[in-house]
């Protein structure tokens, strides 16, 4: 599905052009977070970088984060031991069940969690200068309305 183009005549603020906003913002933010990880040399698949916002720095169990992130648990393997590969998490026996395994942040992943939070602290900057501060806390309160509304307050930690 494809949103319409905001056409000349078109006033931004015409409530019809909300999700193309929105799906605008969204994008350019994703395309700079992708493009600052890599300066950083962080070169992340969108399929493991969706890993980032649902792992706590804590770790979570496999069938946890598997919950988390709407997936099976095999794909979940999959993606983590990709992660594991590069360096960026780790399995560690779980300390209530020795049977099972606890993912964490290996020593680049907690880099990757402190670059991720810098851009988006840079992201956010740019964002309140433009807005200025009053706009800039108004649009934040009200997307966080919006999207526990929508999602419920089982939110992402971090957005990558």
């Given at each position: 599905?494809?949103?319409?183009?905001?056409?000349?005549?078109?006033?931004?603020?015409?409530?019809?052009?909300?999700?193309?906003?929105?799906?605008?913002?969204?994008?350019?933010?994703?395309?700079?977070?992708?493009?600052?990880?890599?300066?950083?040399?962080?070169?992340?698949?969108?399929?493991?970088?969706?890993?980032?916002?649902?792992?706590?720095?804590?770790?979570?169990?496999?069938?946890?984060?598997?919950?988390?992130?709407?997936l099976t648990l095999q794909r979940t393997g999959q993606l983590v031991q990709q992660l594991e590969d590069d360096g960026y998490l780790k399995r560690?026996?779980?300390?209530?069940?020795?049977?099972?395994?606890?993912?964490?942040?290996?020593?680049?992943?907690?880099?990757?969690?402190?670059?991720?939070?810098g851009i988006a602290d840079d992201i956010t900057a740019e964002f309140k200068s433009i807005l200025g501060v009053r706009r800039f806390a108004s649009?934040?309160?009200?997307?966080?309305?919006?999207?526990?509304?929508?999602?419920?307050?089982?939110?992402?930690?971090?957005?990558?």
């Amino acid at each position: 599905y494809s949103f319409p183009m905001l056409r000349p005549d078109t006033d931004p603020s015409d409530p019809s052009q909300l999700s193309r906003h929105l799906i605008s913002v969204s994008g350019t933010i994703r395309l700079r977070f992708r493009a600052a990880l890599l300066t950083r040399g962080h070169d992340l698949s969108p399929s493991t970088m969706q890993i980032v916002p649902n792992l706590p720095e804590a770790g979570l169990g496999m069938s946890e984060l598997a919950e988390r992130l709407g997936l099976t648990l095999q794909r979940t393997g999959q993606l983590v031991q990709q992660l594991e590969d590069d360096g960026y998490l780790k399995r560690i026996p779980d300390e209530l069940d020795g049977r099972a395994k606890r993912v964490v942040y290996a020593a680049r992943g907690l880099s990757l969690l402190r670059d991720v939070d810098g851009i988006a602290d840079d992201i956010t900057a740019e964002f309140k200068s433009i807005l200025g501060v009053r706009r800039f806390a108004s649009l934040c309160t009200d997307l966080a309305v919006l999207d526990e509304a929508l999602r419920g307050n089982e939110l992402a930690l971090r957005i990558p």
